[in-house]
């Protein structure tokens, strides 16, 4: 059964000091790259409305740190409890991201439940004394540590596919106790609202918490940007380093004749988000149909993921057999392909650019021999049924890239080190988000060096860890040491 049509479109505007407000009195049409009759109109800020809520997050930074944990814990666990998603909430997401009804669903459960997992993890793994994160640094010594927040407010970019993002970072302001401006994409403003609303209702200072969206196409939007990442402490951005470094970091100035870039980032804690590409090497011994499930898995059941598997090395002496597994699995798949509105839907639409670029190259690579079409086929310009591929071109961009498609490329390699060595070469010059290893042998993995921020021993990809991300230790980067001598008797 799928969800009636929303004929109504949805307006939003900025949140800003607990408040729906838009200085600006401007907004702009985004319609949904998928249903062409859904359409929405988000603000269009100005530099009045980034002022004002720059004001209001400078003035929450002591009302937000003094806030014991256990009130910060409370007002997560309630939030979560509260936050609740209506159908007109998942339709919203599905025709923004093109994402299947199921998927939609489980991910925006997923963002209820982060709310309460990370103060939860906080405590189990440094602890909480005398209503502040702290602990013993070294037993039996006289040193008390504790963790205190960051002087300033964390300006946060976030992308327009995860619904489950804003309930992320806002989850580790609150357990820190930190105020931030979230300057969310223009596909996601639904989602973002209700997260920072049920965090500021269950008793969060409205100030803390605070919304923004502008036209980024326009010539003169990046003034907004470097106004935010001036007035904050930490810039917590999402994206690649291009995209990052152009819009937040670097700007020219021409004085006196010459051309002047400034470093925007030069004293700024800063939080990057740029990697993905996740991959697996299945070793010899391994349980085929084990190794097929958490690959095709990882592979689609969201694709669009940053954390979603793209590259498979297979050294399991048995290729064509698991190739066999991947593609009877993959063709089952595929007659679930079609409106992600319906239920039984789990292949949807994607980005129309993306799969005119996989059709194209992949057309050519076959021509060249060097690129063999297992099974999926293009529906239309937003849809294709799973693309399974194999390759023995090490340097294939398939091997190497985030296309966010429903997409998996496999490479035979002749041995366990061999597929490593294949797997780091093609991660290029950034670590890979995550690599899964298939294999029985924990101590081979152990001592194996992976260009990969995460190693995970015959478990998902997308499984997300919420305290790293990309090598990043979110508690660190977020709070500094304050450490006490303490009296024993």
């Known amino acids: 059964m799928a969800f009636k049509t929303i004929e109504a479109q949805a307006e939003f505007q900025n949140l800003i000091g607990g408040r729906e407000l838009l200085l600006s009195t401007k907004t702009f049409a985004v319609p949904s790259p998928f249903y062409p009759d859904f359409l929405t109109k988000v603000p269009d800020s100005n530099l009045f409305d980034v002022t004002t809520a720059v004001s209001k997050a400078k003035g929450a930074v002591g009302e937000c740190a003094r806030l014991s944990f ?76 504790f963790l205190e927040p960051v002087q300033g407010f964390v300006y946060v970019v976030t992308p327009g596919n995860d619904a489950r993002v804003v309930a992320h970072v806002a989850s580790w302001l609150v357990t820190v106790g930190l105020p931030g401006i979230f300057k969310v994409s223009k596909n996601d403003m639904l989602i973002s609202q209700k997260v ?101 898995e990882s592979a689609f059941d969201w694709p669009i993921g940053c954390n979603s598997l793209k590259a498979v090395f297979d050294a399991s002496g048995q290729h064509e057999e698991f190739m066999a597994k991947l593609k009877e699995r993959a063709e089952k798949l595929a007659k679930h392909t079609g409106d992600p509105l319906k239920e039984g839907t789990r292949v949807g639409y994607v980005d129309d650019k993306t799969l005119a670029f996989v059709s194209k190259r992949m057309h050519e690579l076959k021509k060249l021999g060097l690129l063999s079409v297992q099974t999926g086929q293009e529906l239309s310009h937003i849809q294709s049924t799973p693309f399974l591929f194999s390759t023995h071109d090490v340097h294939s961009e398939f091997l190497a890239n985030e296309l966010s498609i429903y997409l998996l490329t496999v490479k035979k390699s002749s041995s366990f080190e061999k597929a490593v060595e294949e797997m780091n070469e093609t991660a290029g010059q950034y670590k890979r988000l995550a690599a899964s290893v298939f294999s029985e042998d924990e101590t081979k993995i152990l001592r194996t060096q992976l260009h990969a921020h995460h190693v995970k021993r015959m478990r998902h990809t997308t499984e997300l860890d919420v305290i790293f991300h990309e090598g990043q230790d979110y508690l660190h980067k977020l709070t500094e040491p304050q450490v006490h001598r303490v009296q024993y008797r």
């Not at 814990?73 to 909430?89: H, P, T, V, W, Y």
């Not at 489980?106 to 602890?127: D, T």
């Not at 196409?217 to 990442?229: E, G, I, T, Y």
């Not at 020219?252 to 590409?277: A, M, P, Y």
Request: proline share 3%; charged share 25%.
């Open 196 to 296: 920072l609303r049920a965090l500021i209702d269950a008793g969060y200072p409205a100030n803390g918490l605070q919304l923004l969206c502008w036209d980024t196409a326009k010539p003169d939007s990046h003034v907004l940007n470097f106004s935010l990442v001036d007035a904050s402490r930490v810039v917590w951005a999402f994206g690649s380093t291009d995209t990052v470094d152009n819009l937040l970091r670097y700007e020219e100035k021409h004085i006196g004749g010459q051309t002047i870039k400034l470093d925007h980032f030069s004293d700024k804690i800063v939080l990057r988000h740029i990697s993905g590409r996740s991959a697996a090497v299945v070793d010899s011994g391994v349980d085929l149909n084990k190794a097929t499930d958490l690959t095709l």
């Open 70 to 145: 256990e009130r910060r814990e409370e007002i997560l666990q309630n939030a979560s409890r509260g936050l609740k998603f209506s159908s007109f909430d998942k339709e919203y997401v599905v025709k923004m991201m093109g994402m299947p009804l199921a998927s939609v669903e489980r991910h925006l459960q997923e963002a209820a439940l982060v709310l309460k997992e990370v103060p939860q993890v906080v405590r189990e793994r440094i602890g909480v004394a005398h209503g502040r994160i702290a602990r013993h640094p070294v037993k039996g010594r006289d040193l008390f540590k």
